[in-house]
């Protein structure tokens, strides 16, 4: 349990601290390009990006291994499914990584790979919610590092999870297509510093994509994060 409780410490924005929509329509960006934002402006300002989810929504993810489609549901965790919502509808995942993909756990998500968009969003937490949903394989979950701080990142169930339940970590959706992609995500740097030898969250806060793309080449990314009715 310590190591449990070490490790979802590295979930939160900042370690152990605070830690486009094309609707209908199958995204293509370029291969080795990320799509554009769909507002830039909200990307630097949270108070941009409020809207109340719809009751249910799917929010599509081209990867670097292929789409999988992700089904919230609002009633499971209404502030997660809103914060989703929202960060797929202004463009904040295009072109981040998979940066804590750990075999026989989970897939891990959400630092922008601008230095200055991740700032702007350290200090934009939710307030906790009840586990309606527990983490079963397949289901999406917003990380944190204590009461109150989740903001953007998210990870995967690759298998149950079922000891994250008491410790506060609701799901809002589940993978309904695609999860053999989530599966095939490389997974060769495992667990994040310093527990292994994937990358420090604080200088991937501080340098982004730049550290990533350097250190650890061989991680996949999202070209392309919409919201698909």
């Known amino acids: 349990m310590r190591r449990s409780l070490l490790a979802f410490c590295v979930l939160a924005l900042v370690s152990c601290k605070s830690d486009p929509p094309v609707v209908g329509k ?28 719809p009751a249910s929504y799917k929010a599509r993810f081209l990867t670097t291994k292929g789409m999988f489609t992700i089904q919230v549901t609002r009633e499971w965790a209404p502030l997660a499914a809103d914060r989703f919502y929202n960060l797929v509808k202004i463009g904040y ?7 804590r993909v750990v075999d026989g756990f989970m897939a891990q998500f959400g630092i922008h790979g601008d230095p200055n968009v991740s700032a702007k969003w350290r200090g934009a937490a939710i307030k906790d919610e009840p586990v309606v949903q527990g983490n079963k394989r397949g289901r999406i979950t917003f990380a944190k590092g204590g009461p109150d701080t989740r903001t953007t990142q998210v990870f995967i169930n690759l298998v149950d999870n079922a000891r994250l339940d008491p410790m506060g970590f609701p799901s809002f959706g589940e993978v309904v ?6 599966d095939a995500l ?33 991680m996949d990314w999202i070209k392309e994060a919409t919201i698909a009715q």
Not at 26 to 52: S, T
Not at 210 to 216: D, G, P, S, T
Request: aromatic content about 10%; overall charge negative.
């Open 26 to 53: 199958d995204p293509a960006p370029g291969a080795n390009e990320p799509a554009k934002p769909a507002n830039p402006a909200a990307l630097l300002d949270p108070a941009l990006a409020r809207d109340q989810a």
């Open 93 to 99: 995942y295009n072109g981040i990584r998979f940066f």
């Open 177 to 182: 297509d695609g999860m053999n992609v989530v």
């Open 186 to 218: 490389y997974k060769g740097y495992g667990e994040g510093a310093p527990a292994g030898k994937g990358p420090n969250q604080g200088r991937l806060q501080m340098e982004g994509n730049a550290y990533l793309m350097k250190e650890f080449p061989e």
